[in-house]
């Protein structure tokens, strides 16, 4: 079964800029978190989506957003990017609500803000 | 809201040492899991524990959660090159989102 597919790998972008990441779970999982990893830092949560909507939300600003498709497939979106949005972006699916399941991790997606 | 506290934030050690780390919570988790983060990856699970006082391996890696829920260790033998990266607890209770400690980082001395 293939794991949590993330692109893309690796992003440049200016300041102001707006980004979109895609992230496909494993086949038959419903749920997709979102993550932000910056060094030194732990693993801070964005957000959440089980069956297309959005469960739990981090403590992020507004310019964090995300989606879910009818496939379970998410994307997350970064409006007027800042220098401070450079970090790895994880994206995690599981069976169902990550509060009852267990997360699986995708590669990330390295973002760059110049 | 719930935080946990995983120590010690680094580890330096030499080959063929054991290593251990561990976690801690003010909350009552129903289970804890261990992750793996090798650099520029993604976090791998490891383990998870499902009940107090369950000791669980995986090859070398022994993980244990705590009697009172609100702790759990992670034991490494033998350590090899290998197991360098980043290890982070995560617990989770009352069907609400997992929380992540903030992670031990291993470095491992040929």
């Known amino acids: 079964k293939a794991g949590v597919t993330q692109t893309p790998r690796y992003l440049i972008k200016t300041r102001g800029q707006q980004v979109t990441l895609s992230c496909s779970p494993i086949?038959?999982?419903?749920?997709v978190s979102w993550y932000q990893q910056t060094p030194g830092q732990g693993l801070q949560f964005l957000f959440e989506?089980?069956?297309?909507?959005?469960?739990n939300k981090g403590n992020f600003p507004g310019r964090f957003s995300g989606r879910q498709f009818s496939n379970s497939r998410s994307e997350m979106n970064v409006s007027t990017l800042e220098l401070g949005d450079s970090a790895l972006y994880l994206c995690?699916?599981?069976?169902?609500?990550?509060?009852?399941?267990?997360?699986?991790f995708g590669p990330g997606t390295r973002l760059t803000v110049t | 809201g719930q935080q946990l506290n995983q120590s010690p934030q680094s580890m330096f050690i030499q080959e063929g040492e054991d290593v251990s780390m561990n976690c801690t919570s003010s909350?009552?988790?129903?289970?804890w899991l261990w992750y793996k983060q090798d650099p520029g990856e993604g976090p791998v699970l490891l383990i998870a524990?499902?009940?107090?006082?369950e000791l669980t391996s995986n090859g070398r890696l022994t993980a244990q959660f705590g009697i009172t829920r609100k702790d759990s260790f992670l034991n490494i033998s033998a350590s090899i090159p290998s197991d360098v990266g980043i290890y982070f607890c995560?617990?989770?209770?009352?069907?609400?989102?997992?929380?992540f400690g903030a992670g031990t980082r291993l470095f491992v001395k040929a």
């Open positions: 989506y089980f069956s297309e909507t959005q469960r």
């Open positions: 909350s009552i988790f129903n289970t």
């Open positions: 524990l499902y009940k107090a006082g």
């Open positions: 995560a617990g989770r209770g009352g069907g609400f989102k997992t929380i």
């Open positions: 086949s038959g999982h419903r749920s």
């Open positions: 995690a699916s599981s069976l169902g609500p990550s509060g009852s399941y267990e997360q699986y």
